[in-house]
C-alpha cells in the first residue's frame, strides 16, 4: 500500500468515525411528540397553531427496534 493510498484510506475511516458520532443526544422523538412540541412553540412564538395531534393508540413495535436499543 503506497503512502498516498494509506493518508486517504485514514482520512476516509476518520470521516466515517466523524459522521458516525453527529446526532441527538436522549431518547427518540416520536411523531406525536415532535406535533406537540411544535404546537407548543408556535403558541410561544405567538403563531398559527397546527392542528392538535391525535394520541396514537398504543406503541406498535418494529421489527429494527431491537437495533438501536
Do not use: H, S, W
Not at 503512502?3 to 411523531?31: E, F, K, N, Q
Request: charged share 25%; with cysteine.
Amino acid at each position: 500500500m503506497t503512502a498516498g493510498r494509506m493518508m486517504v484510506t485514514l482520512a476516509l475511516v476518520a470521516t466515517m468515525a466523524a459522521v458516525t458520532a453527529c446526532g441527538r443526544r436522549g431518547d427518540p422523538l416520536t411523531p406525536y411528540d415532535a406535533a406537540v412540541q411544535a404546537r407548543k412553540d408556535a403558541e410561544k412564538a405567538k403563531q398559527p397553531l397546527p392542528p392538535e395531534p391525535q394520541k396514537p393508540d398504543r406503541n406498535k413495535p418494529f421489527i429494527l427496534d431491537r437495533l438501536i436499543q
